[in-house]
C-alpha cells in the first residue's frame, strides 16, 4: 500500500496553527471560558500541551499495536489499559496518562515501550535548565519559585534539583576534562588557584593565536603542591597541548608552579611572574607609609626594557635592604621573570595584558559569582564539579584579551626563542603608521 507523506518545517508551529484554526470546533468552550474570565490562558495552555501530548502517545502506541478493537483483541502487542507516566518538557517535568502495551505471551518481559514516550524520557533540557538557573545564584530551596506554578508538574523538589544539577555538573566535569586541543594553537598558558570552601582547585586558561580564550583545565589541589600542578600540565599534554611548541606561562610567582613547568614543558618556555602579585607581596612587608611609593616605583620599572627596570629594582633593594629585608627579598626573588615580557617587544597594550595573570582572576570571580551562594561543601568533588560547571558558563561570556591583533609579534617572538636576556625585538611605536 502506498503511503502519503507530509514534509513540514523543522519549526511546526506554522503547520500546527493551521490545524488548529481549520479544526477549532473543540476549542470553543475553552475559548467562551477564558471571554468570561472563568479559564486562564496558562491553565488552557497547560491543558492543552498536556492533551497534545498524550495524544502523540496514543498515536505511537497505535502504531505498534495498530488501530484499537473493540471486543476481544488481536495480534502480538495488544492494548492494556492506561497508567500515569512523566515526560521531560521545556527543562520541567509533566505528569501524563500513557498506554500500556504489552505481549499476548506474557511474563515478565511481555511490557512493550511506546517509543514516543520512551522518546520524551531524556532530562538533557531539564539538567542544562537546572545548571543554568543555579549557577546563577537560586538555590535549591528556592528553585520552586522560579517555576510556572502548575498542578500537576513534577520533579522540582529540593531533592530532584540537587540529583539533577549533581548529574549536570558531573557530566559538565567530564566534558571539560576530555577536550582536546590538537587543533589549538595555544600561545600563553595562565595558571592560578581559586577556593571552594576550603578545597583548593588549580585552573589552566589558554589563549589561542587569534586571542580567544579557553578554559584548558583543573585539578583539586594548590597552587603551592608542584604534583598537583605537574598532575594538570601532564594532563593537558596527553589531550593535545603539547610542549613541542614554545608558549608564554602567566603564574602568579608559586615556586611549585614554576618547577611543575619546568618538569613538564621544559626550561625553553618564556614565564612571566605576575606583576600585580609581586607588588602585593612586596608591600605586605612594608608599614603604610611606604607602601604607595613603593608600589608606584615597582610600576615604573616595570614599564622600563629588562636591563634598565631591573637595575631600577636592585637599587630599590639596596635601599629597602636595611629596614625592610623581608621585602627587599621578596622583590629580589624571581624579579628577572616579571620582565618575560619586556624582553618581547610586544605593544603597551598586550604587555599590559600578559603582565599579571588578570586574565584567569576575572575569568575566575566570574566562577566565584556562579558558587558563592554554596555554603556547605561536602568534598572535593562536589567542589570540582561545581568548579567545572561554573568555568563552562563563564566561558561562553569570554572576549579576546586586549591586545589580541599584536599577538602575531608574540607569537613570532616565541618562534624566534627571543627570551629575557636576549637582544629585544624593535618594539611598536603605536604613533606610527608604517608606509
Known sequence: MRKEYQIASRDGSAELRQFLAQHGQAL??????????????????DDLGRAALEAVLLVSAEQVAGPAHPGRPAGEVRRHGSQGGVVALGGQRMRVRK???????????????????AAMQSDEGLRERLLSILLRGVSTRNYQQVLPEMADRCGVSKSAVSR????????????????????LE??????????????????????????????????????????????????????????????????????????????????????????AHKRRNVIGYLPKELQAQTAAALRAAWKLE??????????????????????????????????????????????????TTNVIESSLSGVQGRSGRVTRWRDGEMALRWAAAAALQTEKGFRKIMGHRDLWILKAALDQGQLVGEKPLIPIDEGRVAA
Open 28 to 45: 470553543l468552550p475553552m475559548v467562551e471560558l477564558i471571554e468570561q474570565g472563568r479559564l486562564a490562558v496558562e491553565q488552557l495552555v
Open 99 to 117: 498506554p500500556r502495551l504489552r505481549r499476548k505471551s506474557g511474563g515478565k518481559a511481555a511490557e512493550v515501550a511506546v517509543p514516543a514516550y
Open 164 to 183: 539533577q544539577f549533581q548529574a549536570a555538573s558531573a557530566q559538565a566535569l567530564k566534558t571539560l576534562c576530555e577536550r582536546r586541543f590538537d587543533e
Open 186 to 275: 595555544l600561545l600563553v598558558i595562565y595558571l592560578d588557584g581559586k577556593d571552594f570552601g576550603g578545597h583548593q582547585v588549580v585552573y589552566a586558561v589558554g589563549v589561542d593565536a587569534e586571542g580567544r580564550k579557553h578554559v584548558l583545565g583543573l585539578t583539586e589541589g594548590a597552587t603551592e603542591n608542584a604534583v598537583v600542578v605537574k598532575g594538570l600540565l601532564e594532563d593537558l599534554v596527553e589531550r593535545g597541548v603539547r610542549p613541542d611548541r614554545r608558549r608564554l606561562l602567566v603564574i602568579d610567582g608559586s615556586k611549585a608552579l614554576r618547577k611543575a613547568i619546568d618538569e613538564v614543558y621544559g626550561r625553553d618556555n618564556p614565564v612571566q611572574r605576575c606583576q
Open 306 to 355: 629588562p636591563k634598565e627596570g631591573m637595575a631600577r629594582l636592585r637599587t630599590q633593594i639596596a635601599w629597602l635592604e636595611r629596614e625592610h629585608p623581608k621585602a627587599a627579598a621578596s622583590l629580589r626573588e624571581g624579579m628577572e621573570e616579571t620582565f618575560t615580557i619586556n624582553a618581547l617587544g610586544l605593544s603597551p597594550k598586550l604587555r599590559k595584558c600578559l603582565a
